[in-house]
């Protein structure tokens, strides 16, 4: 996902990324998440209990900062499905400040019924709060 305030003409690959969201942690055995990451600022948000210093450790981070937080349980707990997305999204909230919480609640409000919404914001305000950086 690109973000940014100014219309995005952009349509191909990133390979200069700021921001690594891995929803499936599995992924990191086969795919190269930390391709790209070459910047202090850099950010990798993996879901995942395991510690960010041991990812990062495994993943042989030299740049940037790793958040884990455990999304998959989050959403199960919250929403009774595994849409770990949602609960990322706090995490890059946290982790960035590219998006906030206030902004990603409005937003939710306007997109689902209030009941959904309410839940979805649980699952995001939890993942704030639970995810840990190194």
Do not use: M
């Amino acid at each position: 996902t690109r973000i940014s305030t100014e219309p995005i003409r952009l349509h191909c690959a990133v390979y200069d990324p700021d921001v690594v969201v891995v929803l499936d942690n599995t992924l990191l055995k086969s795919v190269p998440v930390t391709a790209g990451l070459n910047r202090d600022e850099d950010v990798l948000i993996i879901n995942s209990r395991e510690e960010p210093s041991v990812l990062k450790k495994n993943l042989s981070v030299t740049k940037g900062k790793v958040w884990t937080v455990p999304a998959t349980e989050i959403a199960l707990r919250i929403l009774g499905v595994p849409i770990t997305n949602t609960a990322l999204l706090g995490v890059v909230a946290k982790a960035t400040q590219i998006v906030t919480l206030e902004g990603i609640e409005k937003t939710l409000k306007g997109r689902f019924r209030p009941d959904l919404a309410e839940k979805n914001f649980a699952v995001i305000k939890e993942a704030f709060k639970e995810a840990k950086v190194e």
